[in-house]
């Protein structure tokens, strides 16, 4: 079996209002249990917001830390999960049902090398 990161991006800014997030994370749950039950989940977190993130970059062998996010953008990471599949087309239906669950937000499905 692979190893597959199912990445959840989400905009920046504040979160939804909590009648609007807690059905998205009641669902997020549901998948979650699934994946534990099909014996497919290895690990899953969310992430505090990308500005508040540090990010450390080497300059003439220095290591220098700025506050974060490391790229400026209108999405971040705002959570993944890592799971096993027999193969991408498995991985990627792991990513359907998680994308289902978060409705209009992107789901980046990736396997690890080796």
């Known amino acids: 079996m692979n190893q597959y990161?199912?990445?959840l991006f989400e905009p920046d800014g504040p979160p939804p209002e909590p009648a609007v997030l807690e059905p998205i994370m009641r669902d997020i749950a549901a998948v979650?249990?699934?994946?534990?039950?099909?014996?497919?989940?290895?690990f899953s977190g969310g992430?505090?917001?990308?500005?508040?993130a540090s990010v450390i970059r080497m300059r003439a062998g220095e290591a220098f830390t700025t506050d974060g996010?490391?790229?400026e953008g209108k999405?971040?990471?705002?959570?993944?999960?890592?799971i096993r599949a027999?193969?991408?087309e498995g991985a990627l239906e792991w990513g359907r049902r998680l994308a289902r669950a978060v409705g209009?937000?992107?789901?980046?499905?990736?396997e690890f090398k080796g």
């Open 86 to 88: 027999p193969d991408l």
């Open 5 to 7: 990161l199912l990445t």
């Open 47 to 52: 992430l505090v917001p990308a500005e508040r």
């Open 32 to 42: 979650e249990t699934e994946m534990r039950e099909a014996g497919v989940w290895v």
């Open 69 to 71: 996010p490391y790229t």
């Open 75 to 82: 999405e971040h990471v705002g959570g993944f999960t890592v």
């Open 104 to 110: 209009v937000l992107p789901v980046e499905v990736r």
